[in-house]
């Protein structure tokens, strides 16, 4: 008999849309549906909320910039998602305004509440600890817990500072969901059903990303009509919850999502939602429902031991529905690791960011209408590479590798990416021991250029998709 482990049972228990939403592209019927009912907000406050999160989440990786030191958090806010920027610096209000989002002035910056939340990662918690995560809208981090001594105890023992901690009650402590198209099922020869998260591939290699506790490296997998499917071959669980399956000739990639009632649901990129942005699931058990972002990096801690970098929602999911995944309009977020509740009452559901596994893996999430050609700026240069990035990836040319200058002289390098991305590009130099940066373009800019006279010696170029996805150029000339 197959086994099909319960749910987690959590020990936890804008940018303003001025123009008409008419003018973006119309989102699927049935993901406005879905957010309309799990929401409880009308149709057009649905509609408006979709575009709203789809400018402020092009938006951020560019406002956080601007910040600098000072950023101290981005979430939306309302039924229509209205972006709110927090500054520890009265004077970027003006800024912040400017950019079409509402200013917040707080006391901690987000690098000082991210170094208090490091901090408790390495601090082994109790079992009546049950998450914690950065809340932005809080300015601090936030504890669940259900037993608020212990967990107060645990803080002072980790040397964080207590008034940078928020704490709240928490009944249920949470454990994976060990039951896997993206939301499609998937069997172990272990005996678990799981569900699918993306297609993604390595090199020419097909597969798909789904949750880490789902099976280790080496377990084999049939598909939901039980067709020999492929095997693990990255799978890392606990510490992180994401794994890697290299499919067989007998599967092919889409890159959509079953969003069930919902219809095939397309995927067109990866761009991180904010807190307090909509967020819907797909899974093999529960099959389509939608919430709302609470949190991102949390650390949840399970019995099998902790998982950082998760993020948390109010979407519900039982067992079985393990490795599905998260979209956030047609963008890729991440795959169901586990939670409390049901979809019966409700309850918290965590789920592993797609970017991190795509990074290890060396990955590249497959989208609908499969990979664009590369742009073809940068022709003049005397050497062009091309690549395909998701976001927050990175890749070195030439071809993976590093070239020798056996001169001193001038390296030049130019970047041609997707329109509406943020890709920098950084030249580095062995110095013997390490790869050092020498040069950079890093402007919230999809186009980057470098330039920089060096001694004789051996250099790469690192190019990393800041935000957004997509096929890129570079163009390089050396000594």
Not at 57 to 63: D, I, S, V
Not at 67 to 80: K, M, Q, S
Not at 208 to 224: I, N, Q, S
Request: with cysteine; glycine share 12%.
């Amino acid at each position: 008999m197959l086994r099909a482990p319960a749910l987690i049972a959590v020990a936890i228990g804008a940018l303003v849309v001025t123009a008409t939403p008419a003018a973006a592209a119309k989102p699927p019927s049935g993901v406005v549906d879905a957010i309309q009912r799990d929401l409880g907000i009308t149709k057009e406050q649905a509609i408006n909320r979709l575009a709203n999160e789809s400018r402020g989440n092009a938006a951020t990786p560019t406002l956080r910039k601007r910040l600098g030191d000072d950023y101290a958090g981005i979430w939306y806010e309302g039924a229509e998602s209205a972006l709110v920027v927090a500054s520890v610096d009265p004077s970027d209000t003006a800024e912040i305004t400017r950019a079409g989002a509402r200013a917040r002035i707080v006391t901690r910056t987000f690098a000082q509440l991210t170094q208090a939340k490091e901090s408790l990662d390495k601090a082994a918690p109790p079992a009546t600890v049950h998450s914690w995560a950065v809340s932005p809208q809080d300015n601090a981090v936030v504890v669940q817990t259900s037993d608020e001594a212990a967990a107060r105890s645990w803080i002072a023992s980790s040397g964080v500072d207590a008034e940078t901690v928020k704490f709240e009650r928490s009944t249920e402590r949470p454990r994976p969901f060990y039951d896997i198209r993206g939301g499609d099922a998937y069997y172990t020869s272990e005996g678990y059903r799981c569900s699918i998260g993306f297609a993604a591939r390595r090199g020419s290699q097909l597969g798909f990303t789904t949750a880490g506790h789902c099976g280790g490296t080496g377990v084999t997998t049939t598909g939901y009509n039980r067709v020999a499917q492929g095997t693990f071959q990255i799978s890392s669980f606990p510490g992180n919850d994401y794994a890697w399956v290299a499919t067989n000739s007998n599967w092919t990639a889409p890159g959509v999502v079953n969003g069930y009632s919902a219809g095939t649901l397309p995927v067109r990129g990866s761009t991180v939602t904010q807190p307090q942005g909509s967020v819907c699931r797909s899974g093999s058990t529960t099959q389509w429902h939608c919430g709302t972002v609470t949190a991102l990096n949390a650390t949840v801690n399970y019995p099998e031991g902790t998982v950082s970098g998760l993020t948390r929602t109010n979407v519900c999911a039982e067992g079985g529905d393990s490795g599905g995944s998260f979209i956030s309009g047609d963008q890729a977020q991440g795959m169901t690791s586990g939670g409390s509740g049901n979809c019966s009452f409700g309850g918290t559901t965590y789920f592993q960011p797609l970017g991190e596994l795509l990074s290890v893996g060396g990955l590249t999430l497959i989208t609908s209408g499969g990979d664009p050609d590369p742009p073809e700026g940068c022709q003049s240069y005397e050497d062009t590479y091309t690549g395909s990035l998701s976001g927050n990836q990175s890749a070195y040319q030439p071809n993976g590798s590093y070239y020798q200058a056996t001169t001193s002289g001038t390296h030049a390098a130019c970047l041609d990416a997707p329109d509406g991305t943020d890709f920098d590009v950084y030249l580095q130099k062995w110095n013997g021991f390490s790869w050092t940066v020498v040069a950079s373009g890093d402007s919230p800019n999809a186009d980057e250029t470098v330039t920089y006279n060096g001694t004789a010696g051996y250099y790469r170029y690192r190019v990393h998709a800041y935000s957004g996805s997509g096929a890129y150029t570079l163009g390089l000339n050396r000594p």
